[in-house]
């Protein structure tokens, strides 16, 4: 039988103070930034090193007490929510850049580092590393969930950047996954097993990253068109060209009059592509001339493109505060937000089909996309307790997810499965699922790590 209280008390031996049992410190890693019911751990634990985390969780796993490794709780689908209770591990305390080897374009890490405190802290080296969820959440959860976000189209994702990771496992034992080649056929991908794993496998302590040289010259471009069809048709002629595009984002027609009226750019009432072009300086404007080429052979109008770096900023600034802008228009509603990602030639289909639905059923549903690799969002505002509101804005998820399983696609790009998309998991994964499951149990037999994530083993 579990025994929490046990294990919280041999930890307490261990950490200290840094060992807590407070209300308001559990309270805050209660939930993250879904529409997740909260719920308590017992404790949380602010470990300062591997041999720590380690001997932390050969305890959890002696007494059967959940383990639910802690960023900075950005997630969006309840990844780290202690619904079974036991050990919160906060990871805010191992947030060091450890290595910077700039001939090998790499990078050694705690995971508890950010992205934009690592890019800070590369700013010297002529180094960055891409992905941007447009969360400031940490890498060892962008690692754990498979994050990307708008620059995957270029960079691609989390799996694709991650070279090597330190993993304590469910009965504490330490590995490392990888090296710092850039290659390997030796033996089964384990780092690939582990980035996605949500911390149902093992529990991330160092990680080792790819990194890009900073591009000489960035230029970023805006420009409207009449319908979502006309604005995705243009990014499947980009892509099929091999127009190389850093970030295409598509807003729709809600979306740009909350970001507006938030961040008070002046854009017309109608669909829109934010773009960013990387490269020489002759290169960018020589992208951003070939796009405005193609936007207009679909009808894309008002296109506008700087390389200055206050009116990016500026862009970007709005584009990544979409979420808040989109919550200022309902104020006091919660927000239940969710994506899916479908073959880029069926993207135009499934962002319509959302649309539609919406409008049948009076709901107010934003739609933003990464376009360029297929991926969309929505963000509904439901009052809260409102039964009604909230039932429709479930129905239209669930329509929205399995209409992505229909065209081909997955019911989460980029924002993972925790508990809230467990449901969807047999559709889209059939008997693969159950192979995940019996990954699970190999792996952490008493299921202690992040239990209810991802997986049912029991």
Known sequence: MPDNAAAIAEIKALLGERLSTGH???????????????????????????????????????????????????????????????????????????????????????????????NEELRATGLFFPIDPGANATLGGMAATRASGTTAVRYGTMKDNVLALEVV????????????????????????????????????????????????????????????????????????????????????????????????????????????????????????????????????????????????????????????????????????????CVPISKLAEAIEATMADAAEHGIYAPILGHVGDGNYHTLLLVEEGNTEEWEAAQGLIHRMNMKALELGGTVSGEHGIGAGKMKYMAAEHGDAWSVMADIKRALDPENILNPGKMVQVN
Request: aromatic fraction near 6%.
């Open 24 to 118: 308001s410190v559990r309270e805050l890693h209660a939930r993250d930034a879904a529409h997740t019911p909260p719920a308590l751990p017992d404790a949380v634990a602010f470990p300062e090193t591997t041999k720590e985390v380690s001997q932390v969780v050969e305890i959890c796993h002696r007494h059967g007490c959940p383990v639910v490794p802690y960023g900075v709780g950005t997630s969006l689908e309840g990844h780290i929510v202690a619904f079974r209770g036991g050990v919160t591990l906060d990871f805010s305390q191992m947030n060091k850049v450890l290595e910077v080897h700039g001939e090998d374009l790499n990078v050694v890490i705690q995971p508890g580092v950010t992205r934009e405190q690592l």
């Open 169 to 340: 496992l469910a009965d504490g034992r330490v590995i490392r996954t990888g090296t710092q080649a850039r290659k390997s056929s030796a033996g089964y991908d384990l780092t690939r097993l582990m980035v996605g794993s949500e911390g149902t496998l093992g529990v991330i302590t160092e990680l080792t990253l790819i990194l890009h040289g900073q591009p000489e010259a960035v230029s970023a471009a805006v420009c409207e068109f009449p319908d979502t069809q006309s604005a995705v048709n243009a990014v499947i002629m980009a892509v099929q060209i091999g127009l190389p595009m850093a970030r295409i984002e598509y807003v729709d027609t809600p979306s740009i009059i909350a970001i507006s009226n938030y961040s008070g750019l002046e854009l017309s009432e109608c669909p829109h592509l934010f773009l960013e072009f990387h490269g020489s300086e002759t290169g960018v404007k020589e992208q951003a001339e070939q796009m405005a080429e193609i936007a207009a052979e679909f009808g894309g109008g008002g296109f506008k493109w700087s390389a200055k770096a206050e009116e990016r900023s500026a862009l970007w600034k709005a584009r990544h505060e979409s979420y808040f802008a989109v919550r200022a228009v309902r104020p006091g509603a919660v927000g239940i937000t969710s994506d899916v």
